[in-house]
């Protein structure tokens, strides 16, 4: 613990003297990023300050004890003594307590996507299996599921589907579902009952509010397009479909879900801002910190996190080695026996 503290210690200086650089001031991203930082570094910072304080001061009257004085001076310095044994215990526990902070964003609503991988049709279905399992349990949480967009196949599989989720402890318990999934199953195309392995991607962001990020309009370019879908009295007839590209990161958003493309273009913009801010915490954490290395896996979207095995009905989440064995209640929105461990193994971790 104290060796995480000096090196949030020597972190907070550097920070100092990075602030004071005329060239980090002069750009407006970097300057606020390491403002930010060294916000979230002042609470520890402060405390292992006092904390150094009162263990000096600890040390001098435990040295003044070992000395020669009257009996009424001594109950004094020990008295005095105790005082500060308590205090440094408070320290302790409230230095423990900030170290093993969540993720300030854990309160946060999510905004979830789900991409078909590795597997072709079955990866499609595999995805569309996911996205009713998020919502189911979304469901039982008493979360609101929006629907933001998707990108579907003939067979009723998702290559892409984008969606909010808003409630209580909504990303807190999400977030982890960020990683690759594969499942290993005999798809229902499959003639000769052979067990195939295939692949989604899961993105878990949080939704920032606006004031999280401001975009400057001379930032977008925004396109409009005439929508794909159903014929007949639903065909679309105006330009309402919104395709909307960041042009500094080449981030690029499209909805076509709603009619209008005023719903369109704020649904885009939510999806944008998540993505662009989830690209500049990903950034500023691996130029600052170790901070991945010491949480549960990486937070790569690469990484493989969770594989569900129908013939044996296991699914395991290799993060944390755990395993059950009611793959068709986790798929029913049943999440929650993996979310708390997964949210103790962080806890873990932290510590």
């Known amino acids: 613990m104290f060796e995480q503290l000096q090196n ?51 040390g001098d009257l435990e040295a003044v004890l070992k000395e020669k004085h009257d009996a009424e001076f001594i109950d004094l310095v020990r008295k005095e003594l105790s005082d500060f044994q308590i205090k440094k215990q408070d320290l302790e526990n409230k230095i423990k307590i900030v170290l093993t902070e969540e993720d ?3 309160g946060r609503d999510a905004i979830v996507e789900i991409r078909q991988g590795t597997g072709g049709d079955e ?3 595999f995805a569309a299996d996911l ?14 599921v929006e629907h933001m967009s998707d990108s579907t196949n003939e067979l009723g599989g998702i290559k892409e589907v984008v969606f909010s989720v808003q409630g209580k402890d909504a990303f807190r318990r999400l977030k982890f579902e960020s990683g690759v999934h594969r499942v290993q199953r005999v798809p229902a195309t499959e003639a000769q009952g052979r067990v195939h392995t295939s692949t989604a991607t899961v993105v878990v962001l949080f939704e920032p509010e606006e004031v999280d990020l401001v975009i400057e309009p001379k930032d977008l370019r ?12 639903h065909m679309q007839k105006t330009d309402s479909a919104v ?11 499209a909805c076509q879900d709603e009619r209008s493309q ?32 010491s949480q549960i896996g990486t937070g790569d979207r690469s990484e493989k996190i969770r594989t569900y095995n129908f013939p044996d009905r296991r ?23 993996f979310s708390d461990a997964l949210l103790k193994a962080a806890q873990e971790k932290s510590m």
Do not use: C
Request: a positive charge; zero cysteines.
């Open 243 to 253: 395709r909307i590209t960041h042009i500094p990161t080449g981030v690029v958003v």
């Open 123 to 125: 990866a499609a279905l």
């Open 8 to 58: 949030l210690e020597k972190r907070f200086h550097e920070l100092e003297h990075l602030l004071a650089s005329y060239e980090i001031i002069s750009d407006k991203d970097i300057y606020s990023g390491y403002a930010k930082e060294m916000a979230d570094l002042k609470e520890p910072v402060f405390l292992f300050h006092e904390y150094k304080r009162v263990s000096k001061e600890i």
């Open 131 to 144: 996205y009713r399992m998020y919502t189911k349990y979304a469901l039982k949480k008493g979360w609101v």
């Open 262 to 293: 005023l719903k369109n273009k704020n649904k885009a913009m939510r999806v944008l801002r998540a993505r662009i801010l989830d690209g500049k915490k990903q950034d500023e954490t691996k130029r600052i910190s170790q901070e991945r290395k």
């Open 104 to 106: 300030k964003d854990a």
């Open 315 to 337: 699914i395991t989440d290799h993060r944390i080695n755990f395993t059950v064995h009611q793959l068709e209640n986790v798929f029913e929105g049943e999440l929650e026996e």
């Open 222 to 233: 925004i396109d409009t397009y005439r929508s794909s879908g159903p014929g007949g009295q």
